[in-house]
């Protein structure tokens, strides 16, 4: 099994920055994606971005690109989500979550989540 936990929420102001980090550990070999996931309060959960573990190849959502980055550090096991130019729609529970059956599943491994607040 892989267990996943999330760090790095919190309270930021419009325009500013914070990153997220999500620390995989367990079986960490099965894992073929990693990625994250927001949920604003009273919306569905949506898809923010993603990383492939064997390349690192990315996909992103239109609404956070160019602002936000995902990473990841191989010798940690953990990937980065760092977020610039935040904006108050930003506001949301952020879940990391792996896929570790294949490449066409949905992400079956979630963290517990980290609140995000980005005030106006």
């Known amino acids: 099994q892989v267990q996943l936990v999330e760090s790095g929420g919190g309270l930021v102001q419009a325009g500013g920055s914070l990153r997220l980090s999500c620390a995989a550990s367990?079986?960490?070999?099965?894992?073929?994606?990693m990625g994250w996931f927001r949920q604003a309060l009273g919306k569905e959960r949506e898809f923010v971005v993603a990383?492939?573990?064997?390349?690192?190849?990315?996909a992103y959502a239109d609404s956070v690109k160019g602002r936000f980055t995902i990473s990841r550090d191989n010798a940690k096991n953990t990937v980065y989500l760092q977020m610039n130019s935040l904006k108050p729609e930003d506001t949301a529970v952020y879940y990391c979550?792996?896929?570790?059956?294949?490449?066409?599943?949905?992400?079956?491994?979630w963290g517990q989540g980290t609140q995000v607040t980005v005030s106006s």
């Open positions: 990383i492939r573990w064997s390349s690192s190849s990315t």
């Open positions: 367990g079986r960490t070999f099965v894992i073929y994606d």
């Open positions: 979550a792996a896929r570790t059956r294949n490449y066409y599943t949905n992400y079956d491994v």
